[in-house]
């Protein structure tokens, strides 16, 4: 059993919380908040059975948990992923990972340092859709690519913390990271930001943002753009010699599709089964029961890689 701890009682967390009901081998054991009553109300709502605390700190203390997500605001994860680790809990953290490569660097030396496991949380890396997606690329059933589009965009902007400096707001942390995970996914982790527009709020946080990425030399050319303005298809497309591949939304896989270079439907799939959280989670408990300190499906130098990417970008806004 995988007794799980639950840091942050946002939007998120409620989420994680309800797809994991009926999850054989997981028991959300705790949930923390620095507001007690909230943590109070969230557990009635998403886990009645799970103890309550009113600071993080109190549920990284606390004995029994194997893991803990960590879903705090963007600017609170690496404080928390500290706090976690040196009370020696194993972590799975929200996308963004962190603020910046740094951070990131620091949380991954204190694991390695004491043996604890990290994960960045980027769950659409989990779903069997873009692992099946994947497998098509690496069969080279569409050949060398040669092209990545996708968008992401949902009508958000009301929500107060993506629009405030303070917690990290902003279109590119909150959704750029799974095109830039799509990409690196498929391309490596080597790919090099060469033009980046963003329109912002008054607040200075990104409100949209449209981006192109490069892989070195001749390599593919991937064109993105995000938005919390309004919600677009979320659709997403992968060129080769050989043929295509698109995908029904790449923020929580619905459908994908095979192509030929005539246009024909090859091969299509549809999402069936666990959701990504789900699926995330599970993953994480068997690496910490084997004794592995990272994922497969999203290792660390893939967030360190999407970090220092994110960094990047932010500059050239």
């Not at 840091?7 to 309800?18: E, H, P, S």
């Not at 600071?55 to 029994?64: F, H, Q």
């Not at 799975?92 to 960045?120: G, Y």
Request: hydrophobic share 40%; charged share 25%; proline share 4%.
């Amino acid at each position: 059993m995988l007794n799980l701890g639950i840091v942050g009682c946002g939007n998120m967390a409620g989420v994680m919380a309800d797809s994991l009901k009926g999850v054989e081998g997981v028991n959300i054991a705790a949930v923390a908040s620095r507001d007690p009553k909230k943590a109070k109300a969230f557990a009635k709502v998403h886990c009645p059975e799970a103890k309550t605390y009113g600071s993080y700190m109190k549920l990284a203390e606390a004995k029994g948990i194997d893991l803990v997500y960590i879903a705090s605001p963007n600017t609170y994860h690496y404080e928390c992923a500290i706090m976690c680790l040196k009370a020696h809990k194993n972590i799975l953290v929200e996308k963004p990972f962190t603020m910046s490569r740094a951070e990131a660097d620091s949380i991954f030396t204190e694991a390695k340092n004491r043996n604890l496991f990290v994960c960045e949380a980027m769950w659409t890396a989990f779903m069997p859709l873009h692992n099946q997606m994947l497998a098509w690329i690496r069969e080279g059933r569409i050949g060398a690519v040669k092209y990545i589009s996708a968008n992401l965009g949902y009508d958000i902007e009301d929500v107060p913390r993506l629009t405030d400096p303070n917690l990290g707001g902003g279109s590119y942390p909150d959704l750029g990271v799974y095109p830039s995970h799509l990409a690196m996914s498929i391309l490596g982790n080597d790919l090099i930001p060469t033009n980046v527009h963003a329109r912002r709020y008054s607040t200075g946080v990104d409100r949209d943002v449209s981006y192109v990425l490069e892989q070195p030399g001749e390599g593919a050319l991937c064109s993105f753009y995000v938005t919390m303005s309004a919600k677009t298809d979320r659709n997403g497309g992968i060129v080769g010699e050989d043929g295509y591949i698109r995908i029904r939304n790449i923020n929580n896989y619905e459908k994908i599709a095979l192509y030929d270079t005539d246009d024909e439907i090859i091969e299509e799939c549809e999402a069936e089964g666990l959701n990504g959280y789900a699926c995330e989670i599970l993953s994480c408990k068997k690496a910490i029961e084997e004794g592995r300190i990272q994922c497969d499906e999203m290792p660390w130098n893939r967030t360190a890689a999407l970090v220092s990417l994110g960094d990047r970008i932010r500059s050239m806004m």
